[in-house]
């Protein structure tokens, strides 16, 4: 078990409080609306804020746990998003040894490679060793009927669900001089960022909200809500620099640069859906959908902000 030093023990603080408030905000909404108009989504708000303190606990847990508890939780929820995104996409029996090897072989040596720190193979391993080899597997099946569809299918998921997330806990790994064993720090920076961008979107569209940004994509992202959640979660990351190798201004940039992706993440993610005429990836998670649902934004976030760090920081 880690040794929690101070300023990640003031940031799990911080979630707490934050975690309490929302409690509480939640019981006095669901007094004042009971039997209302709001009262659905004062329920759903609700149901989100209780799923928060569960997935809270978990990921404070693995930060605890060091490395290998933060690649086991990845993996997993890796495994779970691909999981996810495969049951959307049309496959054939001709698919499944595939898919076998997408499952079982290269999501794990993802992370096998991630948590030994191997950045020269976990940054090329699926872009290009698994994207020349999954649909080399699948014509050696001979079903060619929609192959291309199927094969891009299978690789995009992936990409989405392996390769990007795992992004994440590869923050673990960085060697920021005069940072020392600050990697839990960075990916609790780089969480508290982009998932409180996500509930701040919400909660200013539903407030303000009035003009949306893609209707036909997803309905429920506006203006307001855009940029009332991005100013106020860099605004977040901002006062978090203390916790962080970046100067104020950077963690402001560095913010930025996480709200932006996450959104796109959200967005693109949600084109996906409507695409394949589903509201949601699952139904893991009370009050958000599935896994994917809740780390879309983390899939593009997470590469971005790794790779800013690791170029400008290490």
């Known amino acids: 078990m880690r040794v929690l030093d101070r300023q990640l023990a003031w940031m799990l603080g911080g979630v707490l409080v934050l975690l309490v408030l929302a409690t509480l905000v939640g019981l006095v909404l669901r007094a004042k609306t009971r039997g209302?108009?709001?009262?659905?989504?004062?329920?759903n708000l609700n149901a989100r804020t209780r799923s928060w303190w569960v997935m809270s606990a978990v990921f404070s847990l693995t930060l605890l746990a060091?490395?290998?508890?933060?690649?086991?939780?990845f993996a997993g929820l890796s495994f779970l998003a691909l999981r996810e995104f495969v049951t959307l996409a049309p496959t054939r029996r001709a698919d499944h040894r595939a898919l076998f090897w997408a499952f079982f072989v290269i999501t794990p040596l993802q992370y096998v490679f991630v948590g030994l720190g191997r950045y020269g193979l976990f940054t090329v391993f699926i872009p290009v060793y698994a994207f020349l080899f999954l649909p080399t597997r699948m014509a050696l099946a001979g079903d060619?009927?929609?192959?291309?569809?199927?094969?891009?299918?299978?690789q995009w998921g992936l990409m989405v669900a392996v390769y990007c997330v795992s992004y994440a806990p590869a923050l673990l790994t960085l060697d920021v001089p005069g940072f020392?064993?600050?990697?839990?720090?960075?990916?609790?920076?780089?969480?508290?960022?982009?998932?409180?961008?996500?509930?701040?979107?919400?909660?200013?569209?539903?407030?303000?909200?009035?003009?949306?940004?893609?209707?036909?994509?997803?309905?429920?992202?506006?203006?307001?809500g855009f940029v009332g959640g991005v100013s106020t979660s860099v605004l977040l990351g901002t006062g978090?620099?203390?916790?962080?190798?970046?100067?104020?201004?950077?963690?402001?940039g560095m913010s930025l640069a996480i709200t932006l992706m996450g959104f796109a993440?959200?967005?693109?993610?949600?084109?996906?859906?409507?695409?394949?005429?589903?509201?949601?990836?699952?139904?893991l998670i009370e009050g958000h959908g599935g896994i994917l649902d809740r780390i879309d934004s983390v899939c593009f976030a997470a590469p971005v902000f790794f790779h800013l760090t690791r170029f400008w920081f290490t």
């Open 66 to 73: 060091g490395r290998a508890g933060s690649m086991i939780l």
């Open 265 to 283: 993440g959200g967005l693109v993610m949600s084109a996906i859906k409507r695409d394949r005429g589903v509201k949601d990836y699952g139904a």
């Open 180 to 224: 020392a064993r600050g990697g839990p720090k960075l990916l609790l920076f780089l969480t508290l960022v982009d998932q409180m961008s996500d509930v701040l979107q919400y909660v200013f569209g539903k407030l303000f909200g009035r003009r949306k940004i893609a209707p036909h994509v997803s309905p429920n992202k506006t203006w307001e």
């Open 240 to 252: 978090l620099w203390w916790a962080t190798p970046f100067t104020p201004l950077q963690a402001a």
């Open 36 to 43: 209302g108009p709001g009262a659905a989504t004062v329920a």
């Open 144 to 154: 060619t009927e929609r192959f291309l569809e199927r094969a891009a299918k299978t």
